[in-house]
């Protein structure tokens, strides 16, 4: 009995990993633009930030579709678009949020700097109009509800799980908070902030989630770590010269190149 759940989970991994490889790519828009990062969201719409700090949206034939810029507040480090209604732009040296909406225009935004005690480093979209937030100074993650106001905090992580975070990346959906802790893997933690597991992967940077699937760019290679089953591979991409990112979500995958966006869509052959 031992030797076939073993023989069973061997060949629902190769069967997990065949579906992987079997899917083939149509190309829906090449954009002529230089970006820092982007994003893409469930409708195919990109999000892209010019190295201006401008950021630009896009839908899924390429057109161009809104703009906004801030120059008060400096470099764009992070955006959120899982929810389009409300996307999530931060801007970490003046510790600042900006919350758009669908068209780009401004709706909500908050500053940190008016506690001095704390260092937001990262911001992810959470649900119920919330945000997740990493403070680096109290190495602590915390859950604010859509008017900024403390729902939920973990305490110290290194006093309390031993878990000393240099903290690069924070990405978070209704089960999970993924947290990428440079040289160590990706941190991640239940929706109550209680420590899970870590997945033993080096993501240089940012990196999407699929239920249990993490999607990552490493060595010039789209990776796919299964976080559930330790499975790890690598998915066959559209040949692009010198790509810098990689971004899967859901049904498109969006490549990043030097000065050019192209969007595909994933066909299960």
């Not at 109290?138 to 859509?146: A, H």
């Not at 997945?199 to 990552?216: C, L, M, N, Y």
Request: net charge neutral; aromatic share 14%.
């Amino acid at each position: 009995m031992k030797y076939l759940l073993r023989y069973i989970f061997f060949l629902l991994l190769l069967i997990s990993a065949s579906e992987l490889f079997s899917q083939s790519f149509i190309k829906e828009a090449s954009i002529d633009t230089a970006c820092k990062l982007a994003r893409i969201d469930q409708f195919g719409n990109i999000y892209a930030v010019t190295p201006a700090n401008e950021l630009l949206k896009y839908n899924a034939k390429g057109q161009k579709l809104w703009a906004y810029s801030n120059k008060n507040f400096g470099d764009i480090n992070q955006i959120d678009v899982k929810d389009p209604l409300r996307v999530v732009v931060y801007y970490p040296n003046h510790q600042q949020i900006i919350v758009l909406n669908n068209n780009l225009s401004e709706i909500g935004r908050y500053s940190f700097n008016r506690d001095p005690d704390i260092q937001i480093t990262l911001v992810a979209s959470a649900n119920n109009n919330g945000y997740w937030i990493y403070d680096q100074l109290n190495r602590e993650l915390r859950k604010l509800s859509n008017t900024f106001t403390d729902e939920l905090k973990t305490g110290n992580i290194y006093q309390r799980d031993g878990i000393d975070m240099q903290a690069t990346y924070l990405y978070a959906n209704d089960s999970y908070v993924f947290v990428n802790d440079r040289g160590e893997g990706i941190r991640i933690f239940d929706r109550f902030g209680n420590f899970y597991k870590t997945a033993v992967v080096d993501a240089p940077q940012d990196f999407e989630v699929e239920g249990s699937k993490i999607f990552f760019k490493k060595d010039g290679k789209l990776c796919i770590y299964d976080f559930l089953s330790f499975q790890l591979v690598s998915l066959q991409t559209p040949s692009v010269k010198n790509p810098i990112n990689f971004i899967k979500y859901l049904n498109h995958l969006l490549i990043i190149g030097e000065k050019e966006l192209t969007l595909w869509s994933l066909k299960n052959d």
